[in-house]
């Protein structure tokens, strides 16, 4: 919520100024997202320092290339049990944490030295505050275990989500 009205008026109306602000916004929540999921103990890349318009955070991969996108990686049937358990691990630590990342594909998940690392949170959306929120866990979930049925993972997305977000309800209540 922006609540400088001038600011507020000038990124609905897409102005030049706008524009700037609300990319400013975005690198200022994404770096933050990246902050406490970090000190959570997320697998996430741990965030160095923002700017106006971007995050500088660590690197995943080596010196000749970066670490690839989960959808570009071939899985044996027990790495890829393993890493869908990582995955609902990380998406339930979010959750707690009062996050939604709100866009997580296998495009958004880095695999590197058997692990992963998830990345780009600028759309994330706190539950307490957005309503969305339990349909875009849902849409997460979905994303992911359809990902990982391909290498013989079978799960429940609806089962899930439904398990996380009644546990956190009742944290909050």
Same mark, same amino acid.
């Given at each position: 919520?922006?609540?400088?009205?001038?600011?507020?008026?000038?990124?609905?109306?897409?102005?030049?100024?706008?524009?700037?602000?609300?990319?400013?916004?975005?690198?200022?929540?994404?770096?933050?997202?990246?902050?406490?999921?970090?000190?959570?103990?997320?697998?996430?890349?741990?965030?160095?320092?923002?700017?106006?318009?971007?995050?500088?955070?660590?690197?995943?991969?080596?010196?000749?290339?970066?670490?690839?996108?989960?959808?570009?990686?071939?899985?044996?049937?027990?790495?890829?049990?393993? !890493?869908?358990?990582?995955?609902?691990? =990380? %998406?339930?630590?979010?959750? @707690?944490?009062?996050? +939604?990342?709100? #866009?997580?594909?296998?495009?958004?998940?880095?695999?590197?030295?058997?692990?992963?690392?998830?990345?780009?949170?600028?759309?994330?959306?706190?539950?307490?505050?957005?309503?969305?929120?339990?349909? !875009?866990?849902?849409?997460?979930?979905? =994303? %992911?275990?359809?990902?990982? @049925?391909?290498?013989? +993972?079978?799960? #429940?997305?609806?089962?899930?989500?439904?398990?996380?977000?009644?546990?956190?309800?009742?944290?909050?209540?």
């Amino acid at each position: 919520m922006i609540l400088d009205r001038r600011v507020r008026r000038a990124v609905q109306k897409k102005t030049r100024f706008g524009q700037r602000a609300h990319l400013g916004i975005w690198a200022i929540s994404e770096y933050e997202t990246l902050q406490a999921l970090s000190a959570a103990g997320a697998d996430v890349p741990r965030p160095i320092a923002h700017s106006s318009d971007a995050v500088l955070m660590d690197y995943i991969g080596d010196a000749g290339d970066p670490a690839p996108t989960l959808n570009r990686v071939d899985l044996d049937h027990q790495s890829a049990i393993e !890493l869908f358990q990582q995955l609902i691990a =990380n %998406i339930e630590l979010f959750v @707690r944490c009062d996050r +939604v990342h709100g #866009d997580l594909s296998p495009y958004n998940v880095l695999y590197w030295q058997g692990g992963v690392k998830i990345i780009d949170f600028p759309q994330a959306s706190d539950p307490r505050f957005n309503p969305n929120s339990r349909m !875009l866990l849902e849409r997460d979930l979905v =994303n %992911i275990c359809n990902h990982f @049925r391909k290498f013989g +993972v079978e799960a #429940d997305p609806g089962r899930i989500v439904n398990r996380m977000w009644s546990s956190y309800k009742r944290a909050r209540l």
